[in-house]
């Protein structure tokens, strides 16, 4: 079946530390996008990708970083700049050049620090 | 600035009555999505509008995009308890990124 893995479900952050977020597609889609969630709040884009190797940062992107080394992968790297990490992680995808279609959402990654 | 409002942000509403919920969006689109979370949850696809007075409907719910009024309205017809979600609506930026404008979302609760 075509669609999204985000993996982990649950991760956990110590101090100091930087997690990796792991977001992959099988759809063929061109963009990809990360997404933070803050408890019922709305969604707010850290990084999206038109192509490969290209990625741009969206409104929040302090604190984050991403790579996008193969079409099916777009890494998220939380990073210990980002002091307030816990939130729900939401990895997206769209066709990019074929217009007129919605977003397709993994099933989120929810970071917690200890 | 690019802007995507809802209202209202949180709805509480009896099952069997009907009401509407408001999209509105400040850039120049003839592209709107309306995506449903349920908590905890990841979002969910519900209608694609595509032009000036498009109208698409899925059971209790119907939505319509007016391109000019930059408005969309997602209407739900004699409310159930099972349509007790989040609703967002998100625009399709008409320049040449690939970038979406969610809105604030919509919480709605359906009571017995």
């Known amino acids: 079946d075509g669609g999204i893995t985000q993996s982990p479900k649950y991760l956990f952050r110590k101090e100091g530390q930087n997690v990796t977020l792991s977001c992959e597609q099988n759809?063929?889609?061109?963009?990809m996008y990360w997404y933070r969630q803050d408890p019922g709040q709305g969604l707010r884009l850290i990084y999206y990708?038109?192509?490969?190797?290209?990625?741009q940062k969206g409104d929040i992107a302090e604190g984050y970083s991403v790579s996008r080394e193969k079409k099916e992968s777009f890494p998220l790297t939380v990073t210990s700049a980002q002091k307030n990490p816990t939130a729900f992680y939401l990895c997206a995808t769209s066709p990019g050049r074929v217009r007129n279609q919605p977003q397709h959402f993994g099933d989120g990654t929810r970071l917690s620090i200890l | 600035e690019l802007k995507v409002e809802q209202n209202p942000l949180f709805l509480s509403m009896q099952e069997g009555k009907n009401y509407t919920i408001y999209c509105n969006y400040s850039?120049?689109?003839?592209?709107l999505y309306w995506y449903r979370q349920d908590p905890g949850k990841s979002l969910e696809s519900l209608f694609v509008?595509?032009?000036?007075?498009a109208v698409k409907q899925e059971g209790r719910l119907m939505a319509s995009l007016d391109t000019k009024a930059r408005l969309s309205t997602l209407h739900i017809t004699a409310a159930v308890h099972d349509l007790s979600a989040t609703y967002f609506c998100?625009?399709?930026?008409?320049?040449?990124?690939?970038?979406?404008?969610f809105g604030t979302g919509t919480r709605l609760k359906v009571l017995a």
């Open positions: 759809l063929n889609h061109d963009a």
């Open positions: 990708s038109q192509i490969v190797n290209d990625f």
């Open positions: 850039t120049t689109s003839d592209r």
């Open positions: 998100a625009v399709d930026i008409t320049s040449g990124t690939y970038k979406y404008i």
């Open positions: 509008l595509l032009s000036n007075g």
